[in-house]
């Protein structure tokens, strides 16, 4: 049967901790031993929207394999704007490859997708929804920061409305054991309560402020997002919060030894460059930890088992 | 009031269906679905308001001389009034007699209130949507994977 990575809903701890351990047996394998698993396999990349990080590390990741890749990074030069249907370019594609990662701006596309395909689906994004394999990536980056999930005391801090990062690792976290978060963000970008109801399973505790000194003082890891005016309707409520929150080096001073800062990025003001030489920015690291994560993703997807 | 003058101010049907137990006030509401399904256009419907009743102390209830209801209306119903009694009436008696329950899954019938869900924007993407909670009813979108109140669906649905 054919997999897919659609929605943090749909894995459970056990599936999670799976691919957590995957990425640990990938994070020391020799490259000489990765570099024929996927050989003969090639990967899809549909991005209808713009990517750096995801797009080029899943298109790594395959290379590193021995796969190929084909697709597109941006849907202008596509039969898209010509108005085919996602689901007669998803019916076309599934011939061309053997796995397909989509990216998309309408929630539910990636669901849709899978639906459609005789070939595994990997969800990198479908509008505010849900990025499945950023959370792997940044569950993974905590168990390797911490050794553990269970029990940290997580801030999230920014657009907690529109980020889809925020989304899924909160539908992520939940499942874990005694988690504590503080959402920190500005009234009108506070987390959903299509979210906040994921919040109302499983054991942890949360709370909402609007200072980000709080976090820093007493929180495990500070998760820091970009206020995103791709997903703001109104120009005008962008420009009202898009500086909330910015943190540097001085804000860091006191800051506990254990506190790591994350980012899913790209960052513009919300991370002062002089936090990179601090030793709580961890957020290149977790870009490092992206291209072990998807190793183990893409490689478990297409039915691999080391 | 005697039996009779009951059957009087609600005249007994020989044959066709009442949906009885409606909570009182709730039978116009149910009327406003009747007219979104124009199977029912010709059908002679009579509303009992306010009715006493022994289970709801004051009820709605709905008369409709047909020899079908549509599927399609009764899931409506199911959705936005679970509970109702429907009654198959046949020679004056009932013949049979069900209560509507809220469906656990709901395919291609609502539409989803999320501007930005892709079964708003996708030619041919069908609708799915979970039952979460009872009473009152609520639904998870398996696409965007929201959740949406009943009333939130109902201004959804498309009207004639």
């Given at each position: 049967?054919?997999?897919?990575?659609?929605?943090?809903?749909?894995?459970?701890?056990?599936?999670?901790?799976?691919?957590?351990?995957?990425?640990?047996?990938?994070?020391?394998?020799?490259?000489?031993?990765?570099?024929?698993?996927?050989?003969g396999?090639?990967l899809?990349?549909?991005?209808?929207?713009?990517?750096?990080?995801?797009r080029?590390?899943?298109?790594?990741?395959?290379?590193?394999?021995?796969?190929?890749?084909i697709?597109?990074?941006?849907?202008?030069?596509?039969?898209?704007?010509?108005?085919?249907?996602?689901?007669?370019?998803?019916?076309?594609?599934?011939?061309?490859?053997d796995?397909?990662?989509?990216?998309h701006?309408?929630?539910?596309a990636a669901?849709?997708?899978?639906?459609?395909?005789?070939?595994p689906?990997?969800?990198?994004?479908?509008?505010?929804?849900?990025?499945?394999?950023?959370?792997?990536?940044?569950?993974f980056?905590?168990?390797?920061?911490?050794?553990?999930?269970d029990?940290?005391?997580?801030?999230?801090?920014?657009?907690?409305?529109?980020?889809?990062t925020?989304?899924?690792?909160?539908?992520?976290?939940?499942?874990?054991?005694?988690?504590?978060?503080?959402?920190?963000?500005?009234?009108?970008?506070?987390?959903?309560?299509?979210?906040?109801s994921?919040?109302?399973?499983?054991?942890?505790?949360?709370?909402?402020?609007?200072?980000?000194?709080?976090?820093?003082?007493?929180?495990d890891?500070?998760?820091?997002?970009?206020?995103?005016?791709e997903?703001?309707?109104?120009?005008?409520e962008?420009?009202?919060?898009?500086?909330?929150?910015?943190?540097?080096?001085?804000?860091l001073k006191?800051?506990?030894p254990?506190?790591?800062?994350l980012?899913?990025?790209?960052?513009?003001?919300?991370?002062?460059?002089?936090?990179?030489?601090?030793?709580?920015?961890?957020?290149f690291?977790?870009?490092?930890?992206?291209?072990?994560?998807?190793?183990?993703?893409?490689?478990?997807i297409?039915?691999?088992?080391? | 009031?005697?039996?009779?003058?009951?059957?009087?101010?609600?005249?007994?049907?020989?044959?066709?269906?009442?949906?009885?137990?409606?909570?009182?006030?709730?039978?116009?509401?149910i009327?406003r679905?009747?007219?979104?399904?124009?199977?029912?256009?010709?059908?002679?419907?009579?509303?009992g308001s306010?009715?006493?009743?022994?289970?709801?102390?004051r009820?709605?209830?709905?008369?409709?001389?047909?020899?079908?209801?549509?599927?399609?209306?009764?899931?409506?119903?199911?959705?936005?009034?679970?509970?109702?009694?429907?009654?198959?009436?046949?020679?004056?008696?009932v013949?049979?007699?069900?209560?509507?329950?809220?469906?656990?899954?709901?395919?291609?019938?609502?539409?989803?209130?999320?501007?930005?869900?892709?079964?708003?924007?996708?030619?041919?993407?069908?609708?799915?949507?979970?039952?979460?909670?009872?009473?009152?009813?609520?639904?998870?979108?398996?696409?965007?994977?929201?959740?949406?109140s009943?009333?939130?669906?109902e201004?959804?649905?498309?009207?004639?």
């Amino acid at each position: 049967m054919k997999r897919n990575l659609i929605s943090l809903d749909n894995l459970s701890r056990n599936a999670i901790v799976d691919f957590l351990d995957l990425a640990a047996q990938f994070e020391v394998m020799p490259a000489s031993k990765k570099e024929k698993l996927l050989s003969g396999k090639i990967l899809g990349v549909l991005f209808f929207e713009a990517s750096t990080r995801t797009r080029l590390s899943f298109e790594s990741t395959m290379l590193r394999l021995g796969g190929q890749v084909i697709g597109f990074s941006e849907a202008i030069n596509t039969s898209v704007v010509k108005g085919e249907s996602l689901q007669d370019t998803i019916r076309t594609v599934e011939n061309y490859c053997d796995v397909i990662v989509i990216r998309h701006p309408r929630e539910g596309a990636a669901r849709l997708a899978a639906e459609i395909s005789h070939i595994p689906i990997i969800n990198a994004g479908d509008g505010s929804n849900q990025h499945p394999t950023q959370t792997l990536l940044d569950l993974f980056t905590m168990q390797k920061l911490y050794g553990q999930i269970d029990k940290l005391k997580i801030a999230m801090v920014g657009d907690l409305k529109y980020s889809r990062t925020v989304h899924s690792l909160v539908h992520a976290l939940v499942k874990f054991k005694d988690v504590e978060f503080l959402l920190v963000s500005p009234d009108s970008l506070r987390l959903p309560e299509y979210v906040t109801s994921a919040l109302e399973t499983g054991s942890f505790h949360a709370r909402e402020t609007t200072d980000l000194r709080e976090a820093v003082d007493s929180c495990d890891v500070i998760y820091m997002t970009r206020i995103q005016r791709e997903r703001f309707p109104d120009p005008l409520e962008y420009e009202k919060v898009k500086d909330s929150y910015r943190l540097d080096a001085a804000l860091l001073k006191n800051a506990p030894p254990r506190l790591k800062i994350l980012h899913p990025l790209p960052r513009i003001n919300e991370i002062s460059v002089d936090v990179d030489s601090t030793p709580h920015a961890a957020y290149f690291q977790q870009v490092a930890c992206g291209l072990i994560m998807r190793q183990g993703i893409l490689y478990s997807i297409l039915g691999g088992k080391l | 009031m005697t039996a009779t003058e009951r059957v009087l101010l609600i005249p007994k049907i020989e044959n066709g269906f009442v949906i009885d137990h409606i909570p009182a006030g709730f039978g116009l509401e149910i009327l406003r679905v009747v007219n979104q399904h124009h199977e029912l256009d010709n059908v002679v419907i009579t509303l009992g308001s306010n009715c006493k009743s022994r289970k709801l102390g004051r009820k709605d209830l709905l008369k409709f001389q047909t020899s079908q209801l549509p599927p399609r209306f009764l899931q409506h119903l199911s959705l936005i009034c679970s509970g109702v009694t429907v009654k198959r009436i046949k020679n004056f008696e009932v013949e049979a007699k069900i209560v509507l329950e809220p469906p656990e899954i709901v395919e291609g019938f609502l539409a989803c209130p999320n501007p930005n869900c892709i079964t708003n924007h996708e030619r041919g993407a069908s609708t799915s949507f979970h039952l979460l909670n009872r009473s009152p009813n609520a639904f998870h979108c398996a696409y965007c994977e929201r959740d949406f109140s009943m009333s939130e669906l109902e201004a959804a649905l498309p009207k004639r």
